[in-house]
């Protein structure tokens, strides 16, 4: 067996974020199979498919024994999440090394492109299936269709500082443009991020952010913090220090550094900017939201050499809500809906990226530390590499 799960985590837990969850688990390529089937009806728009699907790759990948048919039939079947028809997959599997469904879908034209499209930053299952359902069928088609030539410098670079703000404007709310983006830059936004570059990347970022503020604190989440050898992005979460009156200090500066990244031409595009949303009927009174930045990130270059863009998620939140948010933002997608409705329906808690609160008597929960949210919740630790559900 692959690998051996501390033994108060249970892989039979109902919830995903009670589970220990590696990144490679014992039955890797059975998830991989599985995942097809999730992602050919996330494309489709099936969303209770979908989720049965998710949920079903997550009893997977939290199964700590390398599964065998006496396996399925006597303890894989009885975990909730592994109905009959699955059952029925997962046999095929073991008996074949593929699931016929899978390749079925593998080899369709219609999956394909629709796969294709959501590779493409900005595009998402719905407007990936309008495009094809209007004829259109490879990325040259979205080039034509959204005007984008071989070459195209206006969307490649941001270069003229005066437009920025204009361009903020513009994007913010107008998808096309994100999509006129992620197609212009999608030779670059296609390839994985190495870890060292994710770290080169943070600490470029926070030499800036110190030079605006002093005394700032960040952790790199998502699938780095996962243990991911490889990411699709950089997502970051930063706070500051001062529990007392850091809140202040850290209000604005998001759009503060990405115009000082901006500027120094570390940051070449924009795609989101939000502040904080002031109304939140459980919070009122707390510095309850964050202030996030989707944007296109370049390294300097290095040896002559330039570098390639990479997308760059920036999130602030009030030294109360850091916590939480690192939390919230470490995923996996699983991992977080489980512990959003763990929390509601076990605890009476609401819980997301911006704080915890006790439902009965609307009490705030102020974190200090990641453990912290565990034992708020009344979960046993997971480690984040274990959270790869
Ligand atoms: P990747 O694809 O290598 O970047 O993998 P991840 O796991 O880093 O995926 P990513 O970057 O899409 O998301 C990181 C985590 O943050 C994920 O668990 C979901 C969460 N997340 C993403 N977008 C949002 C958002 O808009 N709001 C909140 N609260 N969480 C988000
Ligand atoms: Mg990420």
């Keep these: 067996d692959a690998e051996v799960a501390p033994s108060s985590l249970s892989h039979k837990a109902r919830y995903a974020c009670q589970r220990a969850s590696p990144l490679v688990c014992a039955n890797q390529s059975l998830a991989e199979e599985i995942d097809i089937l999730r992602r ?48 029925v997959k997962i046999a095929e599997y073991l008996k074949k090394g593929q699931i016929s469904e899978a390749r079925e879908i593998l080899a369709s034209p219609r999956f394909r492109s629709l796969s294709e499209f959501n590779t493409i930053y900005g595009i998402g299952p ?26 195209n410098p206006a969307i490649e670079e941001q270069a003229d500082p005066n437009i920025i703000e204009s361009r903020w404007l513009s994007i913010k709310g107008m998808p096309e443009v994100t999509i006129q983006v992620g197609l212009a830059l999608r030779r670059d936004l296609s390839q994985k991020i190495p870890r060292e570059e994710v770290c080169d990347m943070h600490a470029i970022v926070m030499k800036g952010l110190e030079s605006l503020q002093h005394g700032c604190v960040s952790t790199i989440v998502g699938g780095y913090r996962r243990g991911k050898e490889e990411s699709n992005d950089v997502d970051i979460v930063i706070s500051h220090q001062d529990w007392r009156g850091g809140g202040e200090k850290i209000k604005g500066l998001c759009t503060k550094l990405v115009k000082h990244l901006y500027d120094e031409g570390l940051v070449t595009h924009v795609m989101h900017l939000s502040s904080f949303r002031p109304h939140n009927a459980l919070r009122t009174g707390h510095w309850d939201s964050l202030e996030k930045a989707l944007t296109i990130f370049r390294l300097p270059e290095a040896d002559g050499k330039s570098r390639i863009h990479r997308r760059l998620d920036l999130i602030f939140a009030s030294p109360e809500a850091y916590w939480t948010a690192v939390t919230g933002w470490t995923g996996s997608r699983m991992f977080e809906r489980d512990l959003r409705l763990w929390a509601k329906d076990e605890k009476g808690y609401k819980f997301d990226s911006t704080g915890i609160t006790r439902r009965h008597d609307s009490r705030l929960f102020y974190p200090k530390s990641e453990q912290e949210v565990f034992e708020i919740l009344g979960l046993e630790w997971v480690d984040p590499t274990l959270r790869n559900t």
Aim: net charge negative; no cysteine.
């Design 40 to 87: 050919a009806r996330e494309l489709e728009g099936d969303a209770v498919g979908t989720l049965a699907y998710e949920r079903a790759v997550a009893v997977i990948k939290a199964y700590p024994h390398v599964i065998s048919p006496s396996r399925l039939e006597s303890d894989l079947a009885r975990i909730s999440g592994i109905g009959t028809k699955l059952q």
């Design 126 to 151: 719905v407007t990936a299936r309008q495009l094809y359902d209007n004829g259109m069928s490879t990325l040259e088609h979205l080039d034509s269709y959204y005007g984008i030539r071989a070459h």
